[in-house]
C-alpha cells in the first residue's frame, strides 16, 4: 500500500510541474507577451507544411532511454529541467520562460519491442550562448549546440499525445515525399523526429503544436545538405 501511494504522489508531482511551467508559457503567450525562441526563416511553404531555415541554438536536454511512451518520456525529462530553469544550477540563475517544449524522438531500430531514446529539451535564451549556467550534477542534463539546418514543420491542434503524434509524423512524410518531386529534397532519417508543443495544459481550444523533421537539399536558398542529427 505504501509503495503504490508514493508512486501516485511521484506521478501527480511530475504532472503538476509540468503544467505549471507550461502554464507560464500559456498564459504570456495570450497576454501578448514575447516569449524568446529559436529563430528562423521560413524558406519553402505548401498548404500543409513548411521549410524553415534555424540559426544556431542551444538547448539544454534531459535523455530518457528505452521507454515506448512519449507521454512518460517528456513527463520524466521535463521533472529533471524544471529544477534547473528555477535555479537548480551553480550560479543560482532562474532562467526565463522560452518555447516550445521539445521533445526529439530516436527509435531503436534493434529493439523488437518498439522502445526509442528521448531527449526532453528547453530552449535557452540567446543571452547564455557560450556560457550557459552548469546544471547541478544530480539532474543529468546535457547541453546540445544545434547547427544552422533546415526542419520540415506540419502544425497540428489539440494535445500531443502517444495516440496521435505517429498519424501527424506520418503525413508530413507523405507530404514531403509529394512535393520534393524534382525540388531536389533530400528527407532527414525519418526514425529521427521532435515534437514541438506550445501552450498550456490548461488552454483546452487554439493550441498548437508541431512536428519537426530535419530536410535539406531543397532549392530554397540557404539549406545546408544533411549531415546527419544536427
Known sequence: MGSSSSLSFRLCYLVTLMYFYLSSIG???????????????????????????YVESWWISATVQGTTSFD????????????????????????????????????????SRGTADYFVRFYLPAKYVGNPPQPNPDLNLQFDKWRSHCIAVRKFSGFAKDDNINKEIEALVRSLDKHSTGKGAILGVTSYYSIAQYNASNHLSGRLNEVWIDVSGFTAEGCPRYAGKH
Do not use: C, W
Open 27 to 53: 498564459s504570456l503567450v495570450l497576454s501578448g507577451y514575447a516569449i524568446e525562441s529559436p529563430q528562423f526563416t521560413v524558406v519553402h511553404s505548401e498548404s500543409d507544411f513548411e521549410v524553415r531555415l
Open 72 to 111: 512518460k518520456s517528456t513527463k520524466d525529462g521535463f521533472h529533471r529541467l524544471y529544477p534547473y530553469i528555477h535555479g537548480g544550477n551553480l550560479d543560482h540563475s532562474r532562467i526565463m520562460i522560452t518555447a516550445p517544449v521539445l521533445t526529439s524522438v530516436i527509435n531503436s531500430s534493434s529493439s
